[in-house]
């Protein structure tokens, strides 16, 4: 039997990792089956990492199914934007006190949800930023800066994060988008599981 995507803990005895959507307890943060958080001191850790996500603002995190999110990794949600195009950039309305009239008819930058793909391994302590877009089957080094769109099945690293190389060719990049084995059911995953792990797309069990 495959593990069951509503158990917290699939590991005995681990408490370490976890299937992350059964932790969440923030409704603008939304996680696929089988996506695990591993985290060194306790899981509960992940929401305290996502950073700057005012229920006000209402931008959404949402990461797909199968991913691996080791400790550390932080998101930058869009209540950490100040203004870029003023002289200054100072928050001065949040004070008020004859202050509060600062930001009338003016607005913080917003770029939008977060949103990581399905199968996307994120390294120890990446850092995401507001609004950025991870294309499935991406690879994010430890310790990277995400600050702009990640393509599907690239791998990033540094800071700010540039793509180190892609991890297949183009054109099977591009039958892997097409397969879209994630959205496949459990089944069809179970019985193809020897061949994902591999790297010759013809094994594959359709």
């Not at 408490?15 to 939304?30: A, G, S, V």
């Not at 793909?117 to 302590?125: F, R």
């Amino acid at each position: 039997m495959p593990p069951n995507p509503n158990q917290t803990f699939p590991l005995p005895n681990y408490n370490r990792l976890c299937f992350l959507k059964n932790i969440i307890k923030n409704p603008n943060i939304i996680v696929g089956d089988y996506t695990y958080y591993d985290d060194f001191e306790n899981v509960e850790n992940f929401e305290k990492n996502v950073k700057y996500h005012f229920d006000f603002i209402g931008d959404k995190l949402i990461i797909g199914k199968f991913c691996m999110i080791a400790s550390n990794v932080t998101f930058i949600m869009n209540g950490a934007n100040h203004l870029t195009d003023a002289i200054s950039t100072y928050p001065f309305a949040i004070f008020g006190q004859g202050w509060e009239h600062a930001m009338d008819n003016k607005t913080y930058p917003h770029k939008g949800d977060t949103i990581i793909g399905n199968d996307v391994w994120i390294g120890y302590k990446a850092t995401i930023m507001p609004g950025v877009n991870i294309g499935h089957g991406a690879i994010i080094a430890a310790n990277a800066t995400v600050v702009k769109e990640v393509a599907p099945y690239s791998i990033v690293g540094g800071n700010p994060a540039h793509e180190i190389k892609k991890r297949f060719p183009e054109e099977t990049i591009a039958k892997l988008l097409e397969l879209a084995w994630w959205n496949w059911d459990l089944e069809k995953i179970t019985r193809n599981v020897p061949y994902l792990t591999g790297n010759q797309l013809n094994n594959l069990i359709l």
